[in-house]
């Protein structure tokens, strides 16, 4: 079984600061690990994704996450924050070969002037 | 750029009553997904689709839900007799394939609301 826990349902940063969004997770399997945002009025995007390969992973929008086994960690982060990454991201989880997606309760981030 | 899209983007119905959310899927895409995120809580899995038949689906998939793709481009979700604990936003989502395992484009959702 595996799960996500994101620390904080709402983080606020200063445009130009450094956002960081905390997401530890649980598996009994090596997992791949997603990040996805939700815009207002929108689907769920994925941001970026690890998958065994390179630990830190690279997204889109400037974002990129490091995969920690030791810490069961997978956190998000983008050196400076701008007006437009204001929305709710989601970390989420699934089994190698599975396509059964556990997310977290997500993490609804707004970005002051 | 190819999208998920869903219809209708909110429904409201009254309990008992049978429901059908209809998303037509991205064109090439193979594996064919159902989620719901009740209000506040965490976005669920409900169910996975491929070639035709369920390949997953979870706890709250019960008897009440099916799914079904009656033609080459629409995705189903029916609910035959809703509860008030069906009202939530359902997802509708697409793969590629095997290899594209977890990255998953979203529809804009559906929002029941059950009275």
């Known amino acids: 079984a595996q799960s996500v826990t994101q620390l904080g349902s709402h983080v606020s940063v200063s445009e130009g600061a450094l956002v960081l969004l905390r997401c530890n997770y649980s598996?009994?399997?090596?997992?791949?690990l997603f990040w996805y945002v939700q815009y207002p009025n929108q689907g769920l995007q994925l941001l970026l994704k690890y998958t065994s390969a390179a630990t830190l992973v690279k997204g889109i929008n400037g974002f990129e996450a490091e995969f920690k086994k030791s810490e069961t960690s997978f956190h998000l982060t983008k050196p400076s924050a701008h007006m437009s990454d204001a929305a709710e991201y989601f970390c989420a989880v699934t089994p190698a070969g599975s396509y059964q997606l556990t997310f977290g309760k997500g993490t609804k981030l707004s970005v002051i002037p | 750029e190819p999208e998920v899209t869903q219809t209708p983007s909110h429904q409201v119905t009254q309990m008992g009553q049978e429901v059908i959310l209809r998303c037509v899927p991205i064109s090439n895409h193979l594996y064919f997904y159902w989620y719901r995120q009740i209000l506040g809580q965490k976005v669920e899995f409900l169910v996975s689709?491929?070639?035709?038949?369920?390949?997953?689906k979870s706890e709250i998939f019960d008897d009440q839900f099916s799914v079904e793709r009656p033609d080459g481009s629409n995705f189903t979700l029916k609910i035959r007799s809703t509860k008030l604990e069906d009202s939530a936003m359902y997802f509708c989502?697409?793969?590629?394939?095997?290899?594209?395992?977890?990255?998953?484009?979203f529809g804009e959702g559906s929002r029941l609301t059950v009275l």
């Open positions: 689709f491929y070639n035709n038949e369920i390949s997953e």
């Open positions: 598996s009994s399997v090596p997992p791949y």
């Open positions: 989502a697409s793969s590629a394939g095997r290899g594209q395992a977890g990255e998953l484009f």
